[in-house]
């Protein structure tokens, strides 16, 4: 709800003035390009397109809204595009960071962890590991889940994932 009226207030900043019926694409289109090139208040720092998306799906949904309730005819934001979202977000733990989380975990969270550092598995690969999947003695395990076939490899393993599969 808080989003909503987030997003509504940019909306409403940008067409205080234009009846709803006078709004046309061009003028979300506008709205689009001039919020991207916004700074946010608090941060300081551009806008995401994430921001501007919601604030587009708000428009969006309260034109429809108006449809419904015959208030307007035609929907501006209906032919708009959403920007390009680039949600993804990397971050390598610090060998200290690492260290510190090993130390501070309990078992099994330790086994786990230390098996997604030193093979790259994802947590759910490594809760789903079974033993006739483990071949130790070759140095590798294989997953055979995951949606793509890319997800079903075979993983070598180190020789500290190694000790913790052969403890277990």
Known sequence: MVRTGTCGAALLRHFQQEKLDAISPDDVEQFKTVRAAQSG?????SLRPATVNRELACGKALFNYAMKANSVLANPFKSV????????QMRVLTYTEQQQYLEAASQPLRDVALLMLETGMRPEEVYRIDKRNVHL?????FNPFG???AAQ????LTAAAASVLEAR
């Open 41 to 45: 208040k608090r941060t300081k720092r």
């Open 81 to 88: 595009r959403f920007l390009p979202e680039d949600n993804e």
């Open 137 to 141: 003695a070759q140095g590798f395990l």
């Open 147 to 149: 949606k793509t076939k």
């Open 153 to 156: 490899r075979k993983i070598r």
